[in-house]
């Protein structure tokens, strides 16, 4: 039988064989009369043994199968809700099953999140890449006039920039991705930190006619330079939703929980249905800038949520677009 060719199980029964031979031979010489009843309970011992041997391996080769079933695709494995330890043994391999396949769909999403990744970002690189061709197909032309060459040399610097920010923006999302920012804690009041931010914008503002308006009090404790990145990637997103001679306003608080900066344009505002994606890499709502690739909000909020704060974004009723960020000084 196949229990028998369990080398723990034959042992187990060699030794109730030996015991029972033992106790027999030992009724036979001294105590005869006992002999019929030794025999019948050495039997009885020996079946019970048996049985329950039985019924524990088959449990075991079902639990067996029921595996093999699940590592080949198959059902779920279901444990019993039976008391011992081989129950207890089920239920571990139940958890054990359910985080593989929680694992592998998380492998699976993750597959199709980089393929569509690496699509977007082939897409967003091949475009200027075709108006570098053509730029160049220009410039190889003997009889272009030195006016016309200027101009197709700033139209390639441009797009050389555009591919520039883009591969550095790239690299700084997949550092945060892979999890291997170190955020330094600093502190500095949340008005300093609002103009740190906003510093690298005040020519574009300015030839703009935008006005820029910065307001309140409050502490900030965090990273610095990645902070600042963050902002001012929000402010820069107003500032190209915002027409000339307009507005943008940072207002900023402490409290007991959090630090708040709220950031306001008197633009065209966000549609009802960019709300929701607005934050999503490679995602342009409507109006945005050609030259925009869509990912300067995705990587504010990805640095604002790595230090434990949220960002959320509305569109008031009285016009405009408005950013609220939230710091909180205890893990939510």
């Known amino acids: 039988m196949k229990l028998k060719k369990n080398r723990e199980a034959a042992i187990s029964f060699a030794i109730y064989y030996i015991v029972s031979a033992a106790v027999l031979i030992y009724a036979y010489f ?9 025999a019948v309970i050495c039997f009885v011992f020996t079946a019970i043994h048996y049985l329950t041997t039985y019924v524990r391996y088959r449990a075991i080769r079902r639990l067996s199968s029921e595996l093999n079933m699940i590592l080949h695709g198959g059902a779920t494995f279901s444990p019993s809700n039976k008391e011992g330890e081989l129950s207890v043994l089920e239920t571990e391999i139940y958890k054990m099953t359910v985080r593989l396949r929680e694992q592998q769909h998380c492998l699976k999403n993750e597959k199709v999140y980089l393929a569509d990744s ?43 920039s555009r591919i520039d920010r883009l591969i550095t923006t790239l690299l700084k999302i997949s550092k945060l991705d892979a999890g291997t920012v170190e955020f330094r804690r600093e502190r500095l009041s949340l008005r300093e930190l609002a103009e740190r931010s906003c510093k690298p914008l005040q020519i574009p503002m300015e030839i703009r006619c ?25 402010v820069k997103n107003c500032m190209e939703h915002t027409p000339d001679g307009g507005k943008i306003t940072i207002e900023t608080s402490e409290n007991a929980l959090y630090s708040e900066i709220i950031i306001r344009d008197n633009g065209s505002g966000i549609l009802p249905e960019d709300l929701p994606r ?7 709502g409507s109006g945005s800038d050609e030259k925009s690739f869509g990912i300067g909000l995705a990587l504010a909020r990805m640095i604002i949520t790595d230090q434990n704060g949220s960002i959320k974004a509305e569109s008031p009723a009285g016009g405009g677009a408005k950013f609220i960020i939230k710091f909180y000084k205890g893990v939510i």
């Not at 001294?30 to 030794?38: C, I, K, N, V």
């Not at 977007?120 to 060459?149: C, G, K, M, W």
Request: glycine share 4%; net charge negative; hydrophobic share 40%.
């Open 210 to 234: 935008q006005h820029l308006y910065i307001s309140g009090e409050g502490s900030f404790t965090g990273d610095i330079q990645w902070t600042c990145e963050a902002i001012s990637n929000i």
């Open 118 to 160: 690496l699509a977007d970002i082939s897409h967003q690189i091949r475009t200027p890449l075709t108006s570098i061709n053509i730029l160049v197909a220009f410039l190889d032309n003997p009889d272009i006039t030195y006016e016309r060459r200027r101009e197709l040399i700033n139209e390639l610097y441009e797009l050389l």
């Open 278 to 284: 607005i934050f999503e890499r490679f995602y342009k």
């Open 30 to 38: 001294f105590h005869r009369d006992m002999l019929g009843t030794a």
